[in-house]
């Protein structure tokens, strides 16, 4: 049996947005900690549009143009739409309900340190080896056996030549005591490319929803993470559900442990609070602190924390959930 996961660095243009709606985001929880955002963008060709809801108790005008400069420094034509919450959300909302429905799934498991699966660890961690070498766009992907041997690696970084990068797959695969030449190794597949970034490729906020989570061995059960506070569960609660799942692989000393948690709009009580490890479920409502607000305090989600979550994602790197 094997097992893929790739990831993307910050530089690629769908994790660009990611970090512009997470910068606008970092900025209003700065202002006021209060605040309701739903901030999604969309770049590409010399053009990004910043468009959603925020709501905010501040007379300062939001200095976007000069957030999205501070994440893109090249010229880019931004047009911005961004209205209020709509009063008909807000209201299940300020009385302590969900701000929207929707399940959220929380992994973890004993393969590595960070707790999340191996071949997702891999991949993520050589990305990072890879771009602290050279800050580009670029993407890498893991395959792995049964016995989490790594089988095969793509990767591919912008303005780095192949005899450059095959270099750096082979000082990691050293670095991690593997023996490179017994892993297919496919640097720049389809050749060395120059043109990247907003460049090359439209971008989305979102749309890396599989490297924001465990890889495509988890299911994923919320919408997108980046861009929205708190009050949407879809962020905080799967925030809560990865600390539960580390929480109880400990306390049952499983391999491997998914958590479940889901919500109505506007509704307190989550509509299913259980744990599993593949062959038993068991519910963890009375043992952790479920509802919104519960969440939003025990985290100490009002902060402007979530620039970094856009990064490297938001488990294993020692956010507040993972610890």
Sequence with gaps: MYRTAEFVSPKHPDKICDRISDRILDYCLDLDPNSRVAVETMGGHGFINVNGEVTINTEKELPINDLVKEVVEDDYRIQVKLVQQSPEIGRGVDTGGAGDQGIMVGYACDENDEMVPQEYYLARDLCRYIYNVWSSDGKTQVTIDEDHNIVAIVCSFQNLTYDELHRLVYEWLEDKGVNPNS??????????????????????????????????????????????????????????????????????????????????????EPLQSTATDGETYWDISDAYPVHPNEIIDFLDLKKPIYYKTSEWGAYGNGFKWDK
Excluded at 240 to 264: D, F, N, P, T
């Design 183 to 268: 892993v297919a190794r496919f640097c720049n597949p389809a050749g060395d490319w120059e043109q990247g970034g907003f460049d090359a490729d439209a971008g989305l906020t979102g749309r890396k929803l599989v490297v924001d989570n465990y890889g495509p061995r988890v299911p994923i059960g919320g919408g997108a993470y980046s861009g929205k506070d708190p009050s949407k569960v879809d962020r905080s609660a799967a925030y809560m559900a990865r600390h539960i799942a580390k929480k109880e692989l400990i306390r049952k000393g499983c391999s491997e442990v998914w958590v479940y948690l889901s919500y109505g709009i506007g509704m307190k």
